[in-house]
């Protein structure tokens, strides 16, 4: 990078401000002379505001750029506006490296606005335009550009301030601090920025992908996941052996039931009421028929009691008796031998007693008449006699039968009764047992059966509900270890990304181990080359001086990025106290120098007040050391070689014919408030504003006249 | 039958209990029921009428072989008359009347009818208490009075049989 | 920003020879991987994280794919 020119506009005292830098390779250096409060460190700090914005270019926020005098709550627009080139190595071929340069402008813009003391400061607007054949091209992401074309770390090595690079060295900054500073300055701004970012890149993906490896599928969830599995799948096992066992056990209860049934069935059909009331019912007929049968029996018996048959059995004797002597009245002739009744009976029969036939006109039938004849005469008595004697006689055979009869018939009604009584004390034997059966099939036994039955039932109501239960729990459940079987599936597929993520990260973290030790490495290397280089550069503007040159053997940078001085004897010198303040100085920059030297990139060094604090040949040595490129820079360095330096006249002081030959463009810068008593002529403008002019570090103008402008020399410019 | 004749010539004639037996007649007579089971009647009351009664009664104090007159007995009591009763069993008049011949070894007897029926009416007192005894030694009366009978017809058959 | 680039090549392939050989061609895809981060020339972190992602990805899965496959 080379600046081209500069303006700046209410920077400070810089209200308004034009630049011209020196692109002469021969007379790089460009030099703004301005004694001090002149607005060195304002243009300095305009140039890496306008470079590197409020973020990077300022050293702290806080701090005020606009002009001091800006009239409260009023905005103030701060403005940067810098031309510059840039070359960068094209590659045509293998063989062939061709420089491109390129043409920016850079504005940047903020407005600030001082209230009360204190200010206001908008965010900065950048542009950048390329200059192309075809016009000024606005450039998109200008910051990111510039940032490519000058790293914002490089902004303190490339834009010095000569007392604030002794923070390398000074004693202010603890030790830490410093080899930390070094450090940095060796590391972030030799080109090993790419390698930082590549670093830092990598420990961003390892974080994201570790980031990834926890939150996505920690391996405890696949392990969740397999352990929920195999609870499902053990629940489902003890379901299914459940429902086994209930299955086994509903067939053992369907068993049961069937045999308490049958049971209940066998006894109520042993007890079979209906049965055993028919049978009753029968019996009791029974009873009733034997009941009839006694009274018909009583009925004979009480028959025979009046009967014939007991008189002739009791009184037969006399009975006979008495016909006896009724026989002997027949056999005397006094009863006749045919009973009249009977006899007209047997003549209205027509047949005798004896059996004769009594044919009218027979000799029966007149023998009959004539007794009937006879008969009416005889008397009541005797009529008497012969009705009895014919009646007994007829009855008489009967006589001993009759008493034989009575027995005959008392003896089987006797029997008949006695069988009666019996059968019917059998039937009502059979009628009470009938009736204690039918009491008893009521009772226990088939209450106990139904019981058992009943219990049966529901035992096997309540199996059968609980192999539903098992049932549903299992249909329920394989949906889950489905759905547990796809997760651990898709698990492990993850787990396979996992293994991916695993392999990734190991591969991150191989890169980063490379980038590491790369960097570190390459630190080394520039760590020594830094170190040569310093301290080329350091003996060579001490080697000058011969109160220093015969001190200092050597400058270098230490391992832990250290820099220190290493002395004739062999001892070590910590630069912050063991070394003058002009060596000081000369390391300083050396180091400085020697870091943009060994970083390769090419960009205007801008120092404010280097030379001051040197003396002499140190001064003169620094100086002619800056102006010239350096010989180990690459050709893009030594392109774009360029050198802005912002003295005061006594640092110019002995150094001018050095200058003469490097200076490619001047300028100086006049305090309008160092009018009188610096300036010898009149600011066009009260106001307190820096006001340029074209001279030289030899010339002086109406401008920039002083008052000690015969001290130095110098020559009135025309 | 033509015996039926010979109830005539019972005319109005008295057949009678000694009154002091009157109670038993009619306790084991079904002319009245003292209990209401008509079946077992029989059993208790074996005899229908107290004519059947008074029969039996005879029967067994003409076995017995002795009258029991009035003087003896007491008072008589008329339950019936021969008219009313011997027309439905006619053999009764017979059989009276061939007691009565044997009993006063003449058929002269037979011209008295009254004097028959008193025959009968004291065989009747002697016999009463023989059976009504017999009766009451049983549960069931009628059985007592049947074996009375049974044994009286037995000993007939053979001799001094208890 | 012109880098010795070469230089730092060469560091890098240097150090890749310390890196566990995962697989055959293991270190030699490291040099790839990171010469081809490197040349990201225009870069804005985000083009190095993106590409970085880019390649380490691609060694992950071929790490992975070397191994012995597990189920």
Same mark, same amino acid.
């Given at each position: 990078?080379?600046?081209?020119?500069?303006?700046?506009?209410?920077?400070?005292?810089?209200?308004?401000?034009?630049?011209? $830098?020196?692109?002469?390779?021969?007379?790089?250096?460009?030099?703004?002379?301005?004694?001090?409060?002149?607005?060195?460190?304002?243009?300095?700090?305009?140039?890496?505001?306008?470079?590197?914005?409020?973020?990077?270019?300022?050293?702290?926020?806080?701090?005020?750029?606009?002009?001091?005098?800006?009239?409260?709550?009023?905005?103030?627009?701060?403005?940067?506006?810098?031309?510059?080139?840039?070359?960068?190595?094209?590659?045509?071929?293998?063989?062939?490296?061709?420089?491109?340069?390129?043409?920016?402008?850079?504005?940047?813009?903020?407005?600030?606005?001082?209230?009360?003391?204190?200010?206001?400061?908008?965010?900065?607007?950048?542009?950048?335009?390329?200059?192309?054949?075809?016009?000024?091209?606005?450039?998109?992401?200008?910051?990111?550009?510039?940032?490519?074309?000058?790293?914002?770390?490089?902004?303190?090595?490339?834009?010095?301030?000569?007392?604030?690079?002794?923070?390398?060295?000074?004693?202010?900054?603890?030790?830490?601090?410093? !080899?930390?500073?070094?450090?940095?300055?060796?590391?972030?701004? /030799?080109?090993?920025?790419?390698?930082?970012?590549?670093?830092?890149?990598?420990?961003?993906?390892?974080?994201?992908?570790?980031?990834?490896?926890?939150?996505?599928?920690?391996?405890?969830? #696949?392990?969740?996941?397999?352990?929920? #599995?195999?609870?499902?799948?053990?629940?489902?096992?003890?379901?299914?052996?459940?429902?086994?066992?209930?299955?086994?056990?509903?067939?053992?209860?369907?068993?049961? /039931?069937?045999?308490?049934?049958?049971?209940?069935?066998?006894?109520?059909?042993?007890?079979?009421?209906?049965?055993?009331?028919?049978?009753?019912?029968?019996?009791?007929?029974?009873?009733? +028929?034997?009941?009839?049968?006694?009274?018909?029996?009583?009925?004979?018996?009480?028959?025979?009691?009046?009967?014939?048959?007991?008189?002739?059995?009791?009184?037969?004797?006399?009975?006979?008796?008495?016909?006896?002597?009724?026989?002997?009245?027949?056999?005397?002739? !006094?009863?006749?031998?045919?009973?009249?009744?009977?006899?007209?009976?047997?003549?209205?029969?027509?047949?005798?007693?004896?059996?004769?036939?009594?044919?009218?006109?027979? *000799?029966?039938?007149?023998?009959?008449?004539?007794?009937?004849?006879?008969?009416?005469?005889?008397?009541?008595?005797?009529?008497?006699?012969?009705?009895? =004697?014919?009646?007994?006689?007829?009855?008489?055979?009967? +006589?001993?039968? @009759?008493?034989?009869?009575?027995?005959?018939?008392?003896?089987?009604?006797?029997?008949?009764?006695?069988?009666?009584?019996?059968?019917?004390?059998?039937?009502?034997?059979?009628?009470?047992?009938?009736?204690?059966?039918?009491?008893?099939?009521?009772?226990?036994?088939?209450?106990?059966?139904?019981?058992?039955?009943?219990?049966?039932?529901?035992?096997?109501?309540?199996?059968?509900?609980?192999?539903?239960?098992?049932?549903?729990?299992?249909?329920?459940?394989?949906?889950?270890?489905?759905?547990?079987?796809?997760?651990?599936?898709?698990?492990?597929?993850?787990?396979?990304?996992?293994?991916? #993520?695993?392999?990734?990260?190991?591969?991150?973290?191989?890169?980063?181990?490379?980038?590491?030790?790369?960097? @570190?490495?390459?630190?080394?290397?520039?760590?020594?080359?830094?170190?040569?280089?310093?301290?080329?550069?350091?003996?060579?503007?001490?080697?000058?001086?011969?109160?220093?040159?015969?001190?200092?053997?050597?400058?270098?940078?230490?391992?832990? =990025?250290?820099?220190?001085?290493?002395?004739?004897?062999?001892?070590?010198?910590?630069? *912050?106290?063991?070394?003058?303040?002009?060596?000081?100085?000369?390391?300083? $920059?050396?180091?400085?120098?020697?870091?943009?030297?060994?970083?390769?990139?090419?960009?205007?060094?801008?120092?404010?007040?280097?030379?001051?604090?040197?003396?002499?040949?140190?001064?003169?040595?620094?100086?002619?050391?800056?102006?010239?490129?350096?010989?180990?820079?690459?050709?893009?360095?030594?392109?774009?070689?360029?050198?802005?330096?912002?003295?005061?006249?006594?640092?110019?002081?002995?150094?001018?014919? !050095?200058?003469?030959?490097?200076?490619?463009?001047?300028?100086?810068?006049?305090?309008?408030?160092? $009018?009188?008593?610096?300036?010898?002529?009149?600011?066009?403008?009260?106001?307190?504003?820096?006001?340029?002019?074209?001279?030289?570090?030899?010339?002086?103008?109406?401008?920039?006249?002083?008052?000690?402008?015969?001290?130095?020399?110098?020559?009135?410019?025309? | 039958?033509?015996?039926?004749?010979?109830?005539?010539?019972?005319?109005?004639?008295?057949?009678?209990?000694?009154?002091?037996?009157?109670?038993?007649?009619?306790?084991?007579?079904?002319?009245?029921?003292?209990?209401?089971?008509?079946?077992?009647?029989?059993?208790?009351?074996?005899?229908?009428?107290?004519?059947?009664?008074?029969?039996?009664?005879?029967?067994?104090?003409?076995?017995?072989?002795?009258?029991?007159?009035?003087?003896?007995?007491?008072?008589?009591?008329?339950?019936?008359?021969?008219?009313?009763?011997?027309?439905?069993?006619?053999?009764?008049?017979?059989?009276?009347?061939?007691?009565?011949?044997?009993?006063?070894?003449?058929?002269?007897?037979?011209?008295?009818?009254?004097?028959?029926?008193?025959?009968?009416?004291?065989?009747?007192?002697?016999?009463?208490?023989?059976?009504?005894?017999?009766?009451?030694?049983?549960?069931?009366?009628?059985?007592?009075?049947?074996?009375?009978?049974?044994?009286?017809?037995?000993?007939?058959?053979?001799?001094?049989?208890? | 920003?012109?880098?010795?680039?070469?230089?730092?090549?060469?560091?890098?392939?240097?150090?890749?020879?310390?890196?566990?050989?995962?697989?055959?061609?293991?270190?030699?895809?490291?040099?790839?991987?990171?010469?081809?981060?490197?040349?990201?020339?225009?870069?804005?972190?985000?083009?190095?994280?993106?590409?970085?992602?880019?390649?380490?990805?691609?060694?992950?899965?071929?790490?992975?794919?070397?191994?012995?496959?597990?189920?």
């Amino acid at each position: 990078m080379r600046l081209l020119s500069a303006e700046i506009t209410n920077f400070r005292l810089l209200r308004e401000v034009s630049l011209e $830098f020196s692109t002469n390779r021969d007379r790089a250096l460009t030099v703004i002379r301005a004694e001090n409060a002149s607005g060195k460190t304002s243009t300095l700090k305009a140039l890496k505001w306008g470079l590197f914005g409020s973020k990077d270019g300022l050293d702290s926020v806080g701090e005020r750029l606009s002009p001091i005098d800006w009239p409260d709550k009023t905005p103030c627009e701060l403005r940067v506006r810098i031309d510059f080139e840039h070359t960068l190595p094209v590659q045509i071929d293998a063989s062939t490296i061709r420089e491109d340069t390129q043409k920016y402008t850079l504005i940047r813009k903020a407005v600030e606005e001082p209230t009360d003391g204190t200010f206001t400061r908008s965010s900065d607007k950048t542009e950048l335009l390329h200059h192309t054949p075809a016009g000024a091209e606005p450039v998109a992401g200008a910051e990111a550009r510039l940032r490519e074309i000058i790293p914002a770390d490089m902004r303190n090595i490339f834009f010095t301030d000569g007392d604030a690079a002794l923070t390398f060295i000074s004693a202010d900054a603890g030790r830490t601090t410093k !080899i930390d500073q070094v450090k940095n300055a060796i590391r972030s701004l /030799l080109g090993l920025g790419l390698l930082e970012d590549v670093e830092s890149a990598l420990k961003h993906a390892r974080s994201r992908l570790l980031r990834r490896q926890r939150d996505d599928a920690p391996a405890g969830e #696949l392990a969740k996941v397999t352990q929920s #599995l195999q609870e499902k799948e053990m629940q489902r096992d003890g379901l299914q052996s459940d429902l086994t066992q209930a299955r086994t056990r509903t067939v053992d209860l369907e068993r049961r /039931l069937t045999e308490a049934e049958k049971e209940l069935t066998r006894a109520l059909s042993l007890g079979n009421f209906d049965e055993l009331a028919n049978q009753r019912e029968r019996v009791s007929l029974d009873l009733k +028929a034997r009941a009839q049968q006694e009274s018909q029996l009583i009925r004979e018996h009480t028959s025979l009691l009046k009967g014939k048959e007991l008189s002739w059995g009791l009184i037969g004797p006399e009975l006979s008796r008495g016909l006896d002597l009724l026989r002997q009245l027949v056999d005397k002739g !006094i009863i006749p031998k045919a009973s009249l009744p009977i006899l007209r009976d047997r003549l209205a029969d027509g047949r005798c007693i004896c059996g004769a036939a009594l044919t009218p006109g027979s *000799d029966a039938r007149k023998h009959v008449e004539q007794l009937l004849e006879n008969e009416k005469l005889a008397d009541e008595h005797s009529r008497l006699l012969t009705l009895l =004697y014919h009646t007994a006689d007829a009855d008489s055979d009967d +006589a001993r039968s @009759e008493g034989r009869q009575f027995l005959y018939i008392s003896e089987g009604l006797r029997r008949k009764r006695a069988d009666n009584l019996r059968a019917t004390e059998d039937l009502e034997r059979q009628r009470k047992e009938l009736e204690q059966k039918i009491s008893d099939i009521n009772a226990v036994d088939i209450q106990s059966k139904t019981m058992a039955r009943d219990t049966a039932k529901s035992s096997l109501k309540n199996q059968e509900r609980r192999i539903t239960e098992i049932e549903i729990a299992l249909r329920s459940l394989e949906p889950e270890i489905e759905a547990l079987n796809t997760k651990q599936r898709e698990l492990r597929r993850h787990s396979q990304k996992l293994r991916a #993520l695993n392999a990734q990260i190991t591969a991150t973290e191989d890169l980063s181990t490379v980038v590491q030790h790369t960097l @570190e490495d390459m630190q080394h290397i520039y760590l020594r080359r830094v170190s040569d280089q310093m301290n080329v550069l350091f003996m060579d503007m001490i080697g000058a001086d011969p109160s220093s040159g015969s001190v200092y053997q050597s400058a270098e940078i230490t391992s832990e =990025y250290e820099i220190v001085v290493n002395s004739v004897d062999g001892r070590r010198l910590s630069p *912050d106290h063991e070394v003058n303040g002009a060596a000081q100085r000369a390391l300083t $920059f050396a180091f400085i120098w020697a870091l943009t030297e060994v970083s390769g990139v090419s960009a205007p060094r801008v120092i404010d007040t280097p030379l001051g604090m040197m003396a002499g040949t140190v001064k003169r040595r620094v100086l002619e050391l800056i102006a010239e490129p350096p010989q180990s820079a690459n050709s893009a360095q030594q392109a774009d070689h360029q050198v802005v330096l912002l003295l005061t006249q006594s640092e110019i002081a002995d150094t001018e014919d !050095i200058l003469d030959l490097r200076v490619g463009s001047s300028i100086s810068y006049s305090n309008t408030e160092h $009018f009188p008593r610096d300036l010898v002529n009149e600011p066009a403008t009260r106001q307190p504003m820096i006001i340029t002019c074209k001279c030289s570090h030899r010339q002086y103008c109406e401008l920039c006249e002083r008052r000690s402008r015969a001290h130095y020399h110098l020559v009135a410019r025309t | 039958m033509s015996s039926a004749e010979l109830t005539t010539r019972f005319a109005n004639l008295p057949l009678r209990f000694p009154e002091k037996v009157m109670d038993l007649v009619i306790r084991y007579t079904q002319t009245r029921k003292p209990h209401e089971d008509e079946e077992r009647s029989g059993d208790l009351q074996p005899f229908e009428r107290y004519v059947d009664l008074w029969w039996t009664a005879l029967c067994l104090g003409v076995r017995e072989g002795r009258r029991t007159p009035e003087l003896e007995c007491g008072p008589w009591h008329k339950f019936i008359d021969t008219n009313q009763i011997l027309p439905s069993d006619p053999w009764r008049a017979e059989h009276l009347m061939l007691l009565a011949i044997a009993e006063t070894k003449s058929t002269e007897v037979l011209s008295h009818p009254s004097q028959i029926v008193e025959i009968a009416n004291e065989y009747a007192a002697t016999g009463i208490r023989l059976i009504a005894d017999a009766m009451a030694r049983e549960n069931r009366p009628i059985w007592g009075a049947t074996r009375l009978v049974e044994d009286s017809i037995s000993s007939l058959a053979s001799p001094r049989s208890a | 920003m012109s880098v010795p680039q070469r230089q730092v090549l060469e560091r890098i392939r240097a150090h890749t020879q310390q890196i566990d050989l995962r697989y055959p061609e293991y270190r030699d895809d490291l040099i790839k991987a990171l010469a081809d981060i490197i040349a990201v020339q225009k870069a804005k972190p985000s083009d190095h994280i993106n590409r970085v992602e880019q390649r380490a990805t691609q060694l992950g899965d071929l790490i992975a794919s070397h191994e012995s496959p597990e189920k």
